[in-house]
């Protein structure tokens, strides 16, 4: 991660002393004043910062710096983090960075993909403000954000993202975000979804696969008990997007962000992108494929 965001940053940052000073630099490449924190420090505030969703003042007390020194460090080191993308299972060195680069790679690896949303409570907007309704959830009874993450069949992160307000419908969301003209686009790619995604089911009823509608209660027994086993069947095969979600729960930032709402999405790409790193290096179950429909169930 160092050698893949020093060189960004440090362009990043010759960008803006070129933007103060309103040109090219007259010292020598020595001289001026000296960063309080050399970029692996702020390299490592960053992380903490967005693990324990500490206050400035207490890192600037640790780094023994100011707290104007600290916000700046993760002002700068956020978007880069973010940006970053998302690593891939057996393939280092590639990342995915929008929802077209996974959908490519699921078709040329053949996953099977499983995907569904998750929420952050977030500060309720201020009255007045326009918008002020779009972020309380009804299902949740909160002020939230909602993502969409992507995984392969044992769980191991390819994409999450998808930022959108909390009152919008998990299928509106990735509607919104262009996955049925993705579908349309590869039709070989298939998906596991939970019932909020009933709608993609019917619509691309040979590549996305969610659980039947419960049968009607005069319906027979021997329906009633299929029913029950294909529900079973699909809770196994989708128990790792649990998984995945408890993962970004570790992360206190995700448990309930407190910063500023137009901050979230650099953040949750930021923490997301990490965790792909670790999910990345999980070997894949018995040597099989990540799409095995045995090594998922």
Same mark, same amino acid.
Do not use: H
């Given at each position: 991660m160092f050698a893949e965001i020093a060189e960004p940053w440090e362009a990043a940052r010759q960008s803006a002393l070129r933007a103060a000073r309103g040109g090219e630099r007259k010292r020598v490449e020595e001289g001026g004043p000296k960063p309080k924190l050399v970029f692996f420090d702020r390299l490592l505030v960053t992380p903490v910062h967005l693990r324990h969703q500490l206050p400035h003042e207490v890192l600037a007390e640790l780094f023994e710096v100011d707290r104007s020194t600290v916000s700046e460090a993760i002002r700068q080191l956020r978007p880069l983090l973010g940006a970053r993308g998302f690593a891939v299972p057996d393939r280092p060195g590639l990342r995915l960075k929008t929802l077209e680069d996974v959908f490519a790679y699921a078709e040329a690896e053949g996953v099977e993909m499983r995907f569904d949303g998750a929420e952050t409570q977030v500060r309720r907007p201020q009255a007045g403000r326009p918008g002020r309704r779009e972020f309380a959830s009804g299902k949740r009874r909160q002020n939230t954000i909602k993502t969409t993450t992507f995984r392969d069949g044992q769980g191991r992160m390819l994409l999450s993202g998808v930022v959108r307000p909390g009152r919008m419908h998990d299928?509106?969301?990735?509607?919104?975000?262009?996955?049925? %003209?993705?579908? &349309?686009?590869?039709?070989?790619?298939?998906?596991?979804?939970?019932?909020?995604?009933?709608g993609l089911a019917k619509e691309f009823p040979g590549q996305v696969s969610a659980p039947p509608k419960k049968p009607k209660d005069e319906a027979c027994d021997g329906d009633k008990?299929?029913?029950? %086993?294909?529900? &079973?069947?699909?809770?196994s095969a989708l128990i790792c997007v649990e998984h995945t979600n408890a993962e970004l729960r570790q992360w206190t930032p995700l448990r309930r962000f407190t910063g500023r709402r137009d901050a979230y999405a650099e953040t949750h790409l930021a923490i997301a992108g990490m965790i792909s790193d670790r999910s990345a290096r999980r070997p894949t179950v018995g040597g099989r494929a990540p799409n095995s429909s045995s090594s998922s169930t």
């Open positions: 299928q509106t969301a990735v509607r919104t975000e262009g996955i049925a %003209e993705q579908f &349309r686009n590869r039709p070989g790619v298939k998906a596991q979804v939970d019932s909020g995604y009933a008990y299929a029913w029950l %086993e294909t529900r &079973r069947r699909q809770s």
